[in-house]
């Protein structure tokens, strides 16, 4: 289903400079062409559009992984072409997928046997992994109210507004109410004791997050299971938790390991964690496991037999690749504890060089707290004259993608910048962003305040009436307008003067 706009109304075709050589006529842009080009063609007209997008090393919007080493690029050029479903067919990919299942409930200090096998499954990312969770909660809690002989048709979930986007997919597309503990200001995670206020006998699970994306922050899973150890045991429920680690789940193992937020609660029964965020591992991965075999209804899986053995599957998707899979099992075996450990102290260590850079400036409150992801998340201390969103926008100029955004609310009165650090963020890196943040305040303190743009561009002005007294009336377009120009011209003009000609 496509659901972008075309780029332009007027250019329906694709003009390329080198490509001339192999083709004299334009490509429909939104069409496919009767004729087939040259394939040298055709990679310089994608070439040549793809030079227009941002660096990815650069975008600090993002905290999937960027950069790998060429030993495991070679693994994923190699694997490209497997599909990962036929699994008859792929059977040591298979298990690397397991096996990657079973390091990963390790990690997790999921309560296993030595002979025992983890209850997970590899997914496209932790969108996948969280709708899977979903519907685990959601199936047994139907299944408990139908053999109890009540109501199931009016199922919840409880998380906090700071939630990522697929949780209200989640809610949306599997008709479960989403029940949010709403934001303060200074306070950016789910308020547990709120959280626990809100849940009630149609509560399928708390959904906890270990690593929010507004501000890094870890929320207090074991505050939420305690006291949700004290509320089902008062009414009787046995509400569970559900453990957003997507971003959070490959940091806490390796620079916070006495932190109490995963199977070590008894309450916590499924945690889902991107491979392709801090696991280390480009786009398209991600992992849920459960606690043990009976969190997940044996009726959601299938069980798959045309491709030659019986394959159990649990997945919203079928065909997709096995390169993630295989780059997930490199850097678990490359990197070890020890390998995650130095490159999540790296990144912690790169996050405190940048947000002690930004408080030197003594232009910024810092948002994010030092126990969490590795990222800063700032604002202006002084906002009455420039914003958040100019700044992201002039930093473009220099290369960098930082996004500006407001909380949700109640919250939402609050903006802030972000920059997350990834294991390619070096501290040159770090050091240089700092730089153009500065050079980016002096350009802004040297445009016309948007203060003295309200004061000229206000709707009303003062002026005598007929009897000298002062009232006040609207200005016009054309007046408006004019002290635009104006001052626009005053800008330039005083600009002329103080800037010398070389």
């Not at 559009?49 to 960027?66: I, K, Q, W």
């Not at 203060?451 to 003062?462: A, C, F, R, T």
């Not at 009436?465 to 002062?470: A, F, K, Q, T, V």
Request: charged fraction near 25%; include cysteine.
């Amino acid at each position: 289903m496509v659901l972008s706009h075309a780029a332009s109304d007027s250019d329906v075709s694709v003009h390329s400079t080198f490509a001339s050589r192999y083709v004299r006529t334009s490509l429909p842009r939104f069409k496919m062409p009767e004729n087939s080009i040259p394939k040298e063609a055709a990679y310089q007209i994608i070439n040549d559009e793809l030079m227009l997008d941002g660096n990815p090393r650069l975008n600090l919007a993002s905290f999937v992984t960027t950069w790998m080493e060429p030993e495991c690029d070679k693994l994923i050029m190699s694997s490209i072409n497997k599909n990962y479903v036929d699994m008859d067919e792929y059977p040591v990919t298979t298990e690397l997928q397991n096996r990657c299942v079973n390091m990963i409930a390790h990690l997790f200090n999921a309560p296993l046997g030595e002979t025992e096998t983890a209850v997970g499954v590899g997914t496209v990312g932790s969108s996948e992994a969280i709708m899977l969770a979903g519907l685990a909660f959601k199936r047994k809690w139907q299944n408990k109210r139908k053999a109890e002989g009540k109501p199931f048709d009016k199922p919840n979930i409880v998380t906090g507004a700071n939630v990522q986007v697929c949780w209200e997919k989640f809610a949306r597309y599997f008709e479960v109410e989403l029940k949010e503990v709403k934001l303060s200001e200074g306070y950016y995670v789910m308020d547990p004791e709120k959280a626990v206020e809100m849940v009630d006998e149609n509560t399928i699970c708390v959904a906890a997050i270990l690593g929010s994306t507004l501000n890094g922050e870890f929320e207090d899973v074991k505050l939420l299971n305690d006291l949700l150890v004290i509320k089902n045991t008062e009414t009787g429920w046995d509400t569970p938790i559900h453990v957003d680690a997507a971003s959070g789940g490959f940091i806490a193992p390796f620079l916070y390991p006495e932190l109490e937020w995963d199977f070590r609660l008894p309450l916590v029964k499924s945690i889902n964690v991107s491979g392709h965020k801090y696991g280390l591992v480009y786009a398209g991965i991600g992992w849920v496991v459960w606690r043990n075999k009976e969190d997940l209804p044996e009726e959601l899986i299938f069980h798959i037999n045309y491709l030659g053995a019986d394959q159990p599957t649990f997945t919203l998707n079928f065909s997709k690749g096995s390169s993630q899979v295989i780059a997930q099992y490199y850097q678990l075996i490359r990197l070890g504890h020890e390998g995650y450990r130095n490159v999540m102290e790296n990144c912690r260590e790169n996050m405190i060089v940048l947000r002690e850079g930004l408080e030197k400036t003594g232009r910024f409150n810092i948002v994010s707290k030092d126990e969490g992801v590795p990222l800063v998340a700032f604002s202006l201390k002084d906002s009455s004259s420039h914003t958040e969103f100019e700044i992201s926008d002039m930093l473009r100029r220099y290369g960098w993608i930082v996004p500006a955004y407001t909380m949700p609310p109640n919250a939402q009165h609050i903006t802030v910048l972000r920059v997350v650090i990834r294991e390619d963020f070096s501290r040159t890196l770090a050091e240089r962003l700092v730089i153009d943040i500065e050079k980016v305040m002096r350009e802004l303190d040297e445009l016309p305040s948007r203060v003295i743009h309200k004061i000229s561009l206000g709707e009303e002005k003062s002026e005598a009436n007929s009897d000298n007294l002062m009232v006040t009336v609207k200005k016009s377009d054309m007046e408006k307008q004019r002290e635009i120009i104006n001052g626009w011209k005053k800008f330039v003009s005083d600009r002329k003067k103080t800037n010398g000609i070389c």
